[in-house]
């Protein structure tokens, strides 16, 4: 049996507010201090078939596996995820449905890779059977989340209003972003976020659902102290209403996508005054909320040349 207690006691954690992980920029000359390995083992597999001219081709498939997540002895979901970065997914699942809090302890997180599982323990005691019993699914993919947790403290979260986001940063996060090596650019069928610190991708996840993505960096953000005040979060797909919900709820100011939006998740980014930018593809873009916070110093600066789709056939010609 794959068992492994990854989080222990000793090293409880909580996010206080105002603490920054700018120090974390000596540690690596890599850009980001987490990124894609698109050759982790267990990640994708190689499948054989045939392309339109009847050739046989070897393709890399993404792996789907069922994840169940306890918070103490209450289950409370099963979710169908890429199977990596588990404690921090549970963490952020927890947070992003509002079952966890700012103060909790987290005294131990357990993983059993062959059952699936993976709990998450706190000081506090919980018991959410009354919130099971009513779930709204969003449009997420996979699994999704509910709705109605997700908006309990929406209206609550007061987001940084000094904060700024440069519009030369798009040209250099874009850049980053789109080239690094990942399993969407080698397999496809897979989302990406990415946590970014000025023109600096920080933390990039992927996932089969955007919404397993987004909880991985907020189950990092938790788990590792991170402000989220000076952090710019990055997606990969379209903007709903649940992007925005978990951007608000992870109280980070800016939200930028490559993709576009749905006027569901405009009135929610105004309403709580987040910063939203979509069809971002180099110096281009389209903010619908929060403009007082860009400094547009783009100029005419030279445009990027950054469709993944078009990386992603290239690697794809040269192998």
């Not at 699994?143 to 030369?168: N, P, Q, V, W």
């Not at 569901?264 to 903010?287: E, M, N, P, S, Y």
Request: aromatic content about 6%.
């Amino acid at each position: 049996m794959a068992y492994h207690r990854v989080f222990a006691a000793q090293r409880q954690n909580h996010l206080p507010i105002g603490t920054d992980i700018g120090h974390l920029h000596e540690m690596s000359n890599s850009p980001f201090l987490i990124q894609p390995n698109p050759d982790t083992p267990g990640l994708s597999q190689p499948v054989e078939g045939v392309n339109e001219t009847g050739q046989p081709v070897t393709l890399p498939v993404v792996t789907e596996k069922p994840i169940t997540l306890f918070l103490n002895r209450q289950e409370i979901v099963t979710s169908m995820t890429l199977g990596d970065w588990v404690p921090e997914l549970a963490v952020g699942y927890f947070l992003n449905q509002n079952m966890l809090q700012r103060d909790d302890e987290i005294t131990g997180i357990d993983v059993d890779d062959d059952l699936g599982v993976v709990i998450v323990r706190t000081a506090r005691e919980t018991d959410f059977e009354a919130k099971m019993k009513r779930k709204i699914r969003t449009s997420g993919c996979a699994e999704g989340t509910a709705y109605g947790d997700m908006m309990e403290r929406f209206d609550d979260i007061d987001l940084d209003k000094d904060a700024r986001f440069h519009a030369s940063w798009l040209i250099e996060l874009s850049k980053a972003i789109n080239t690094a090596p990942s399993l969407y650019l080698s397999a496809g069928a897979i989302h990406g976020c990415v946590l970014c610190q000025k023109n600096r991708p920080l933390v990039y996840m992927e996932d089969i659902g955007r919404h397993n993505a987004v909880d991985k960096i907020a189950g990092w953000m938790f788990l590792n102290n991170a402000s989220p005040h000076d952090k710019v979060f990055y997606t990969t797909g379209r903007l709903t209403t649940e992007m925005v919900i978990k951007t608000v709820q992870m109280q980070i100011p800016v939200l930028v996508s490559r993709s576009g939006f749905t006027a569901a998740a405009v009135d929610l980014a105004r309403q709580a005054g987040l910063t939203l930018i979509g069809r971002a593809k180099g110096k281009r873009f389209i903010a619908l909320s929060g403009i007082e916070r860009i400094i547009f110093d783009s100029g005419d600066a030279a445009d990027v040349a950054d469709s993944p789709s078009r990386q992603r056939a290239a690697q794809q010609d040269e192998r």
